[in-house]
Every structure is written in structure tokens, then in C-alpha cells.
């Protein structure tokens, strides 16, 4: 249902707010360099600082701009199963394609705690959903066997795996079967994951190199292997600058070098340091960005 190349688009803001201008802008030059899916309201769009009214307001017009397009995959996930709940219902109402949920973070539930949020969500609201594995930031790691049995839910479609655990991503794999899509969460890990049966990414520098991170998919299921090993190496570098400083601070640092929309962040995110600017600058030059 979901693959390729799925941006997990940065939220935009102005002077505090959020600046739909910039939002609407970035959507359609996703959908013309090839992406294939957006996530808003995902960790790369800050939905920690969203409240709940901009929370709804992106989504609403994410859905809208997309039009059909491609497909909206909406972040709704929270560490509180109601609200997880309450947020995927309004992503229903609106339209979204999807949700995509995070493991509860900060409470550490265990993995029978993970299986019943994941199931009472997939329960009270009927919409396909990308379950959200990323331990470094939840403290957290869905195992693979849980994973399984979130799989016989019927609405539970697909799983972000950020990990960088290939032996992991390969067991979720095989305990899930070909009904069930792994999409990369660490876009260093994208090759690997679809050479091992995975059927895109979660992408955070596909903000900024679009046309290439789809490029380097559609090559691996047009069958030229060369030329999908020949963009992950290109792509590497990049890839590394996203990550400099905690992620969405460098690719929202990138777009605006690159004229695309405001480097405004929220706190507790705070701007880059001078030596991790100037690293990102030479990156993006290099690459080819500014």
C-alpha cells in the first residue's frame, strides 16, 4: 500500500507560526521531482511543539494541497493511547491515507503494553497504519515478534523501521510475511533494507534531494542494481549531514540554504553552531544543493 520514496516532511514556520505558503510549496515540488508519499506531523516535522490545533491545521493541509496526488501518511502517534486515538480519528476525518505511530515513548511499555496501544488504536479507528520503531528516541525497541502480532490486525499495514538493526529488520521480515511492508527509517540504511525485502523509506533527506532518493528506489525495482549503488553512494554524504546535530535541525538548517522555507525552529531545537553550519554548507555545495 505504502513504498517508495515517503518524505517525512518538515513543518515550516514563520515568525512562530506555521507558514502554509512554505508547506504548500514543498508538497508540490515533492510530487513533481517523484516522492511517492508525505508524512507531516512526523519528528521531522517538530509534532512534539505542535499543539493540537496546528496539529490538525498541517494535516488538513498536507491532505488538501496533496489533493489525491500522492498519498498523506499522518503522524498521530503519542505516548498516550487516547490521544494517539484521538489524533488518528481527525487524521481519518480528514482524509489521510494513513497514520503512522510511534512506540509510546517515556513510559516504556513493555511489549505486551505495545501490543495492546497499537491494537486499541488499529480498533477504534479504521485506517491503514505504519506502526513507528525508533529506540534511540523512545527508549523503546519493538521486537520483532511483537511486530508479528500487530500484523494480524487487519488495519496495521506496515512498519518504519529505525533501527539500523538489519538482522532485526530481516526477522520482521520473515515473521510478517509479503502482506505486510517494512519501510527504512535511517535513510543510510535504504539500499540494505530493500535488497532484504523492504519496500522503501521514511525519509528525512528526501527534503532536500527529492528527485534522488526516489531515483535511487525506482531504480532497485526497475532492476538496475548499479544504478540504485551507485545513488546510495552519492546519497551517503548527505545522508550524514541530515544527522549532525539532532535531527530536524540540520535539514531544516538545509532548506533554508537552499531558499525553500524559513530554518525557524521551536524550542527546546535551537539553531545549528557555527561548526556544524559551515560542515552542512560544504556538504550541500558538494553535493550539489547551493
Known amino acids: 500500500m505504502f513504498k517508495g520514496s515517503i518524505v517525512a516532511i518538515v513543518t515550516p514556520f514563520k515568525n512562530g507560526k506555521v507558514d502554509e505558503k512554505a508547506l504548500g510549496e514543498l508538497i508540490e515540488w515533492h510530487i513533481a521531482s517523484g516522492t511517492d508519499g508525505i508524512v507531516p506531523c512526523g519528528t521531522t516535522g517538530e509534532s512534539a511543539t505542535l499543539d493540537y490545533e496546528e496539529h490538525e491545521q498541517v494535516i488538513e493541509y ?10 498523506v501518511i499522518a503522524g498521530t502517534g503519542s505516548n498516550s493511547t487516547e490521544e494517539t486515538i484521538m489524533l488518528t480519528a481527525h487524521a481519518k476525518k480528514t482524509g489521510a491515507n494513513g497514520a503512522l505511530l510511534i512506540t509510546p515513548y517515556y513510559n516504556k511499555p513493555t511489549q505486551e503494553g505495545l501490543y495492546r496501544h497499537f491494537k486499541a488504536v488499529a480498533d477504534a479507528v479504521d485506517i491503514p497504519i505504519v506502526l513507528y520503531n525508533v529506540p534511540g528516541r523512545t527508549s ?4 520483532p515478534a511483537t511486530v508479528a502480532r500487530c500484523a494480524r490486525v487487519k488495519n496495521i499495514v506496515a512498519i518504519k523501521e529505525a533501527t539500523a538493526n538489519l538482522q532485526q529488520i530481516s526477522e520482521v521480515i520473515e515473521l510478517c510475511g509479503d502482506g505486510f511492508t517494512v519501510l527504512s527509517g535511517d535513510d543510510f540504511t535504504v539500499l540494505p533494507t530493500l535488497a532484504i525485502g523492504g519496500k522503501g523509506v521514511i525519509s528525512v533527506t528526501a527534503n532536500v534531494a527529492p528527485a534522488d532518493m526516489a531515483g535511487l528506489i525506482d531504480s532497485f525495482f526497475a532492476g538496475d542494481m548499479e544504478g ?11 545522508n550524514q549531514a541530515m544527522f549532525f546535530e539532532t535531527n530536524p535541525i540540520p535539514v531544516k538548517t538545509a532548506l533554508g540554504l537552499m531558499g525553500r522555507c524559513s530554518p525557524e525552529l521551536r524550542l527546546p531545537l535551537c539553531p545549528m ?5 559551515e560542515k552542512l554548507a560544504n556538504a550541500m555545495k558538494k553535493y550539489g544543493l547551493i
Open 62 to 71: 498536507a491532505v488538501k494541497k496533496a489533493a489525491g496526488r500522492i498519498p
Open 273 to 277: 553552531s557555527d561548526i556544524n553550519n
Open 228 to 238: 540504485a549503488r551507485k545513488m546510495h553512494y552519492r546519497l551517503q554524504p548527505l
Open 140 to 143: 523503546v525497541n519493538m521486537l
